[in-house]
């Protein structure tokens, strides 16, 4: 499906994501709190007339009102959630007008114009624990991070987290096509390319393709391939505060982008063949990460005749990062992929099996962050054959 989505577009109804109150006559401050609405996608109620006692008054999750409206309004009932605009906040006036109407906070426009919008959507998407969110990279080409990055988005949505799966690398081929979900209706990156500012959590999520119970962000067969460092950042801010699991396969290059994306990143898995060739181009790549993200760990992944390869501690050692754990050589992935099954959904495998144990470890109650470290022993996925 070809468009494009600015934040502003809506992807669910107004009785799903209800929206602020609006409470002033003044025609300006109307249309500037109407445009920021739009920039959240949300639909707000307006009601300048609304009496003091209003029925409705406790349904919205903020309520906006005007310093025009703002004396009228004084003694209705207190809730949380209510902000003031006023012309002026270093008169005396405003600030009683505040305490009489209970207001969180008291601000200007334009000056609290982005505090305003965050704010807003904020109150509509509801607040909670971000996303863990794991970006996996490739010691060298063919290293199979993205491989494993579909395979751990498959089996975190296998247990119920909620989960997203980002394709940041334009030039993988695809994760849409590793899934086999290239022919599902959704947006693509290209549709984001001018985002900026704030993107809906829910949008984003109800305008991409669903595939294996996760949600997909990929590439189409278009020609571009950037992604802007700020639609990266929006995007992926997005993502997070949708909160549950949010897996990204990250380029081996690094551009403002990445770093964008390795900036949000809370832990960082770099896969590394057994081999000594692999291991010096694994070398560049963490130099280029410059120490994005903080955790940044080693899962060794097996090579055929494992026998004459380096030991995982060799090559963590060698990279000289923190070794997470060794995923065994299986042709099966691509041989699955080849029959629509895709990595991680062979749940008996060796890379299943890989991603099962990492997420008990990094999710003991499926939402806390990651705890103990390689301090409590590498994860391990079993061999071909292994039962």
Do not use: Y
Not at 5 to 18: F, I, L, S
Not at 120 to 132: F, H, M, R
Not at 242 to 271: F, K, S, T
Not at 362 to 382: F, H
């Amino acid at each position: 499906m070809r468009g494009s989505m600015a934040a502003g577009e809506a992807g669910v109804t107004d009785e799903e994501r209800p929206g602020p109150l609006l409470v002033t006559e003044d025609e300006q401050l109307l249309d500037d709190l109407l445009r920021l609405c739009a920039a959240a996608g949300v639909t707000p109620q307006v009601r300048p007339d609304l009496p003091a006692r209003a029925a409705r008054w406790p349904q919205a999750p903020l309520v906006i009102i005007g310093e025009d409206c703002a004396t009228r309004l004084g003694g209705a009932g207190r809730r949380d959630g209510i902000v003031l605009i006023a012309r002026d906040v270093d008169r005396a006036e405003v600030w009683r007008l505040a305490v009489a109407l209970g207001a969180e906070r008291v601000i200007t426009l334009p000056e609290g114009e982005r505090w305003l919008a965050d704010r807003i959507a904020d109150a509509v998407e509801g607040t909670g624990p971000a996303a863990l969110t794991i970006g996996v990279l490739g010691g060298r080409g063919g290293a199979g991070a993205s491989t494993l990055a579909c395979a751990l988005a498959v089996t975190a949505a296998r247990k119920g987290l909620r989960t997203m799966l980002v394709d940041a690398d334009p030039l993988g081929g695809g994760l849409d096509v590793l899934l086999g979900c290239e022919r599902e209706e959704g947006l693509r990156w290209p549709a984001f390319h001018e985002s900026r500012g704030r993107v809906g959590a829910g949008t984003l999520a109800a305008s991409l393709p669903r595939a294996h119970s996760l949600r997909v962000l990929s590439w189409d067969r278009g020609a571009e391939v950037t992604i802007p460092p700020a639609a990266m950042r929006a995007v992926l801010a997005a993502a997070r505060r949708r909160g549950g699991v949010v897996v990204v396969d990250l380029p081996r290059r690094a551009d403002e982008a990445v770093a964008e994306a390795l900036d949000q990143v809370d832990l960082g898995l770099l896969v590394v063949p057994a081999e000594l060739r692999a291991v010096a181009a694994a070398r560049r790549v963490v130099a280029g990460t410059a120490g994005v993200p903080r955790d940044l760990r080693v899962v060794v992944r097996g090579v055929p005749g494992a026998a004459a390869g380096l030991s995982d501690e060799e090559v963590a050692a060698l990279v000289e990062l923190p070794l997470l754990g060794e995923l065994p050589w299986d042709p099966e992935p691509v041989d699955g992929t080849a029959r629509g099954v895709p990595p991680g959904a062979r749940a008996r495998g060796p890379l299943a099996r890989f991603c099962a144990a990492f997420w008990e470890r990094a999710l003991p109650e499926a939402a806390a962050p990651v705890a103990g470290g390689a301090s409590d022993g590498p994860v391990r996925g079993r061999r071909a054959g292994d039962e």
